[in-house]
T-cell receptor, first 109, second 116 residues
Framework: TQLLEQSPQFLSIQEGENLTVYCNSSSVFSSLQWYRQEPGEGPVLLVTVVTGGEVKKLKRLTFQFGDARKDSSLHITAAQPGDTGLYLCAGGSNYKLTFGKGTLLTVNP | DSGVTQTPKHLITATGQRVTLRCSPRSGDLSVYWYQQSLDQGLQFLIQYYNGEERAKGNILERFSAQQFPDLHSELNLSSLELGDSALYFC???????????????FGQGTRLTVV
């Protein structure tokens, strides 16, 4: 069974702070994605990374895929209240997209 | 708007009953995934269909079944419902079978099922 462990589970910070959340697995994935989910809504895709060591930037968000394609990180610079939400990583292989349990981020004004 | 439509948005039913959840994927997407999300378990993969055929099975109970029709819409059938089946049920679609490059899943807004 492929498992994705996300840490921390909860994170509460002040507006303007930087943060990093992690997604780790013992399995290799052919692709890894990050989603953000707001209460009562479906997850929304933020980014897909496919190459080991790949770094992608989306405005204040920086995503990195580990060299061995087993782990990933999401770094947010100067967090804003609008960044509040559940951040989920998902690994793709063998026709399945497996999700971690997510990091619930709260950015306080 | 993701382009994935799920109906109904809310459903309240009694234990022992059977319900059907419906999903219309994004135009052109051949893959449909079903997920169950509860507070303690997170987003749990149930089952995936690709172009009408079952491709992968996750933690789907025997009381649950799904199918994908020729027009690519999908239904998830939940029977003999128990209190513990109360959860958000999400459908997602993607252009590909899953696992390879560019497996980008687009989620519907979910069906909130409450079993009383």
């Amino acid at each position: 069974t492929q498992l994705l462990e996300q840490s921390p589970q909860f994170l509460s910070i002040q507006e303007g702070e930087n943060l990093t959340v992690y997604c780790n697995s013992s399995s290799v994935f052919s692709s890894l994605q990050w989603y953000r989910q707001e209460p009562g809504e479906g997850p929304v895709l933020l980014v897909t990374v496919v190459t080991g060591g790949e770094v992608k930037k989306l405005k204040r968000l920086t995503f990195q895929f580990g060299d061995a394609r087993k782990d990933s990180s999401l770094h947010i610079t100067a967090a804003q209240p609008g960044d509040t939400g559940l951040y989920l990583c998902a690994g793709g292989s063998n026709y399945k997209l497996t999700f971690g349990k997510g990091t619930l981020l709260t950015v306080n004004p | 708007d993701s382009g994935v439509t799920q109906t109904p948005k809310h459903l309240i039913t009694a234990t022992g009953q059977r319900v059907t959840l419906r999903c219309s994927p994004r135009s052109g997407d051949l893959s449909v995934y079903w997920y169950q999300q509860s507070l303690d378990q997170g987003l749990q993969f149930l089952i995936q269909y690709y172009n009408g055929e079952e491709r992968a099975k996750g933690n789907i109970l025997e009381r649950f079944s799904a199918q994908q029709f020729p027009d690519l819409h999908s239904e998830l059938n939940l029977s003999s419902l128990e209190l513990g089946d109360s959860a958000l049920y999400f459908c997602a679609s993607s252009a590909h079978t899953g696992g390879g490059m560019n497996t980008e899943a687009f989620f519907g807004q979910g069906t909130r099922l409450t079993v009383v």
